[in-house]
């Protein structure tokens, strides 16, 4: 498939970022998501941490994500509204995060995570047919039923909390994502309503789960 050139340089962007990160924990230190920074005022953290990652792993896994569904969205919608969904669903993912845990200072984490969730969102809306192959499942998954079952993962990540992700982020993305591309194309609300409310189910999840208590 070809590939889009904003989504080379974001590959390439994530990579180095991490690269650096990984190698120099002082660099790490100063860009990651920080609650105890955050609230001294290095509000650029809320960006600079959407391009580190936790170990390759976590980085190829985003990585994998973006390059499978960016161009579906630059395709449809344009270079720039797919920079739009990214950087919002980025920031929008982030400031969940933070709402969540601004009163634990200790609280850090790293990741495209919510940028990436945005993306895919927003793409599987655009092409609800889409399906995907995974290594270890020898038939193909609709990419609706992946989308919600990794933020069912992220729930669950959300609520160990201890592998230095920032799982509340993959919500806040998924959920901007998906409001961005409605609102560019409102006739998905007719269209698609279904999947709408599918895609929806984690988030819905996550109001319970904070109301009851379950999180926080």
Same mark, same amino acid.
Request: charge should be positive; proline fraction near 3%; glycine fraction near 8%.
């Given at each position: 498939? +070809?590939?889009?050139?904003?989504?080379?340089?974001?590959?390439?962007?994530? @990579?180095?970022?991490?690269?650096?990160?990984?190698? +120099?924990?002082?660099?790490?230190?100063?860009?990651?998501?920080?609650?105890?920074? %955050? !609230? &001294?005022?290095? &509000?650029?953290?809320?960006?600079? *941490?959407?391009?580190?990652?936790?170990?390759?792993?976590?980085?190829?896994?985003?990585?994998?994500?973006?390059?499978?569904?960016? +161009?579906?969205?630059?395709?449809?919608? =344009?270079?720039?509204?797919? #920079? %739009?969904?990214?950087?919002? *669903? #980025?920031?929008?993912?982030?400031?969940?995060?933070?709402?969540?845990?601004?009163?634990?200072?200790?609280?850090?984490?790293? @990741?495209?995570?919510?940028?990436?969730? =945005?993306?895919?969102?927003?793409?599987? /809306?655009? !092409?609800?047919? /889409? *399906?995907?192959?995974?290594?270890?499942? $020898?038939?193909?998954?609709?990419?609706? %039923?992946?989308?919600? @079952?990794?933020?069912?993962?992220?729930?669950?990540? /959300?609520?160990?909390?201890?592998?230095?992700?920032?799982?509340?982020?993959?919500? =806040? @993305?998924?959920?901007?994502?998906?409001?961005?591309?409605?609102?560019?194309?409102?006739?998905?609300?007719?269209?698609?309503?279904?999947?709408?409310?599918?895609?929806?189910? $984690?988030? #819905?999840? #996550?109001?319970?789960?904070?109301? *009851?208590?379950?999180?926080?």
């Amino acid at each position: 498939m +070809d590939i889009s050139t904003v989504t080379l340089i974001l590959l390439g962007l994530n @990579g180095l970022v991490t690269y650096k990160g990984l190698n +120099d924990f002082s660099f790490f230190n100063k860009y990651c998501f920080d609650i105890n920074q %955050i !609230n &001294r005022g290095e &509000r650029y953290r809320f960006i600079t *941490s959407g391009f580190l990652h936790v170990d390759w792993m976590h980085f190829a896994f985003n990585m994998l994500t973006l390059y499978f569904f960016a +161009d579906i969205i630059i395709h449809v919608s =344009g270079v720039l509204y797919f #920079l %739009i969904v990214y950087v919002a *669903s #980025l920031l929008v993912g982030n400031i969940l995060t933070y709402q969540f845990y601004k009163n634990q200072p200790h609280y850090r984490a790293v @990741g495209a995570s919510g940028a990436i969730m =945005g993306v895919l969102y927003a793409s599987i /809306m655009l !092409n609800p047919s /889409m *399906s995907l192959y995974m290594f270890f499942i $020898p038939i193909p998954i609709p990419a609706y %039923i992946f989308a919600v @079952g990794y933020l069912l993962y992220s729930l669950y990540g /959300m609520k160990k909390n201890s592998d230095g992700i920032g799982h509340t982020a993959h919500i =806040g @993305g998924a959920l901007a994502g998906l409001i961005l591309i409605v609102l560019k194309y409102p006739i998905l609300i007719q269209t698609e309503f279904k999947l709408i409310a599918i895609l929806l189910i $984690p988030v #819905l999840i #996550l109001v319970g789960m904070y109301r *009851s208590k379950r999180i926080q």
